[in-house]
C-alpha cells in the first residue's frame, strides 16, 4: 500500500489513457520519465510532456514533483514517437497516406437523411453546450477545421510545437478570418484541444479569432453496411444551433472523409500532414487552399453547387465575377433611402 502522500497520475498520449504507478513527491521528473516509458514504451528523451511545468517553462528532470505541484489524478499530455515509428518514418517512402481513412462515394451515402441519425443530430444541438469564444459575424461564411493530421502533426517527435504545426498555418488562418468565422472540431477531448490551440498560438493570435471548438462529444456514431460502426462529425449540429450557416455556406477540412458522411458535399478532404521533420520545407497545402476559400467565398452564391473533390481546378466562373462586379458598382452608385 502505498503512503498517502504518494501522487497517482495518468498519461494520455496517442489516444489512449495509461495509470502510472504510484510516485513519491520527492521522485524527480526524470523518474516520471522514467515510470511513462515502462507504460508506454517511449523512451525518455522522447517524451514531450505538456502540462508538466514550473513556473510556466517545461519543468527539468532534476525537479521533484512537490516542486511542480502536481495535482492529484492529473492527467499528463504527451507527445512522442517509439523507436520503430521513428525507424520506419525514416526509411519508409513517402506515399499519400490514406490510413484509417475510407473510400466513401457520394452515391452510398443516403445516410445523411436517415431519422435515426437526423434525431441524433437533434439531441445534440439540444443537449451539447458550446462555449462561444468570439461571436458570429454578420454575413460570414463558415470554415469548420480538423487538428490532428489537418493543423498539426500530432505523432512525430519535435521539441516544441511549432515544429509540428503544418507550415503557414497562421497565415492561413489570418487569410480564411476575412471572409470566414472558423470553428474547430477535433475527435478528442475539450482540454487537449485548448491545450494543442494555446501550443500552436491559435488560441492567442491578434490577427484571427476562432469562434468555438468542438470536441468528440459533438460527434454522433452511425452504421454503415460496407464498413460497420463509425463516429462522425454532423455540420448539422452547428447549423442546428447556428441558422445563419447552412450547406450553402460551409465548408470542412478534414484528412479523413468519413468524417464528413453526415454532410459530403460540405467535406474537402485536405492531404493529412505527417512526417513533420521530413515535410515541412515543402508542404504547401495551406497556401493553395487560401486561394480556394478566398475565390469561392467571393464568386460562389452556393458552396452546395461545388465538387470540392476537384478544388485545385476551381476556377472562377467569369460572368458571375463580372456580374458581381457590376452589382457593387450600382450598388455603391444608387442613392441612399436618406436621401
Known sequence: MGDLNDIKLCV?????EYELPELSPSDSVAMLKIAIENATGVRPERQKLLNVKFQGKVAADNYTLS??????????????SLEEAIEEARTKPEVDDVVNDLDIEEEEVDIENQEVYLAKINKRVKDYKINVLNTPREGKKLLVLDIDYTLFDHRSVAETGYELMRPYLHEFLTSAYEDYDIV?????GMKWIEEKMRLLGVSTHQSYKIMFYLDYLAMITVHTTKYGTIDVKPLGVI?????????????MFDDIRRNFIMNPKSGLKIRPFRQAHLNRDRDRE???LSTYLREIAQYCEDFDTLN?????KYKPDKSKIQQAGNKRKAEDSAPSAKE
Open 67 to 80: 516542486e511542480l505541484n502536481l495535482k492529484p489524478n492529473l492527467k499528463i499530455m504527451m507527445m512522442g
Open 286 to 288: 495551406l497556401v493553395h
Open 184 to 188: 474547430i472540431w477535433s475527435a478528442t
Open 239 to 251: 447549423w442546428g444551433k447556428y441558422p445563419q450557416y447552412s450547406p450553402k455556406n460551409t465548408i
Open 12 to 16: 494520455k498520449w496517442s489516444g489512449k
Open 308 to 312: 470540392h473533390k476537384k478544388w485545385e
